[in-house]
């Protein structure tokens, strides 16, 4: 049995643990508020702009142009896996990683075996997880959390819109966490580009169902040169938020799980304690007694 010194110190280690978890959870639990409005406050437009895309690219005639639509022959592929800067958030940025390993690996794994798959990573959790994997990373942008805005999201999902226009890539794929409340996140992976257009049969239901329907001035093709690309940032800008909600969720969640494990391990560290005490202080009296007796002896 460990002597009373060392199960002393462990339980004072123990505790000052606990203190930290503790206060990392209500820092977490601040921050997850201000982060949940944010997204709730974005879920609506984005929502309703996404509905706007989707009756704006189902109605564009063949004849005009959509640089943004799905092209007959995939070359090359990119993945985009948005992570945190830190960790202690639980599986947030493992479930990430995982997944954006498996598209790597096995959903694209024959452009990846010719070379055909970059990957930039959101977050230097990202990067470094990646790596481990044996995934390169081609582009990176850790500098996002600290100044966060619409306009700085903007030039990733710039440099996004600038690749595929161009034709460097031909498919985007998006990998992040998305925020349903503190204890649930869900992993999405989201085709970015080419733009998916719902099947037009939901579509008309909905038009049908809410009386929907758009008149497009001065012109289809003006308004999906300016609708598409902004709806776009809007999706990525969103997919940040959601990320961002989810983190601060994961924290608080694993630093509360830290904290109830920190209580526990406490508690049995103290029964521990007052067992050794109590081993040794029956230790001491046997030691009395023995000694009495043999002076009586």
Known sequence: MANLKDIRIRIASVKSTQQVTSAMKMVSAAKLRKAQDAIVQMRPYADKLDEILNSLSSNLDASIENKYAARKNTERILIVAITSNRGLCGGFNSNVIKKTTEL??????????????????????????LKTKGIKVTKSFLD???????????????????????????????????????????????????????????IQKRKSKFGTDYIYEPSMQEIADEVIPQSLKIQFY???LDSIASEHGARMTAMH?????ATLLIRELKLKYNQARQAAITNEILEIVSGANALRN
């Not at 794994?109 to 970059?118: H, I, L, R, T």
């Not at 799980?257 to 494990?261: C, E, F, G, L, V």
């Open 104 to 129: 790597y690996s096995q959903t694209f794994k024959e452009y990846s075996q010719m070379g055909k798959v970059d990957v930039f990573a959101v977050g230097k959790k990202g990067v470094d997880g």
């Open 144 to 202: 996002i959390y600290d100044n966060l805005s619409f306009t700085a999201v903007t030039e990733i999902t710039q440099s996004l819109l600038q690749g595929y226009t161009s034709g460097l890539y031909d498919h985007i794929e998006l990998v992040y966490n998305e925020f349903k409340n503190a204890a649930v996140q869900n992993l999405v992976s989201l085709q970015f580009l080419p733009v998916k257009i719902k099947d037009s049969s939901d």
């Open 238 to 240: 969103k997919a940040i």
């Open 257 to 261: 799980k830290a904290t109830d494990n």
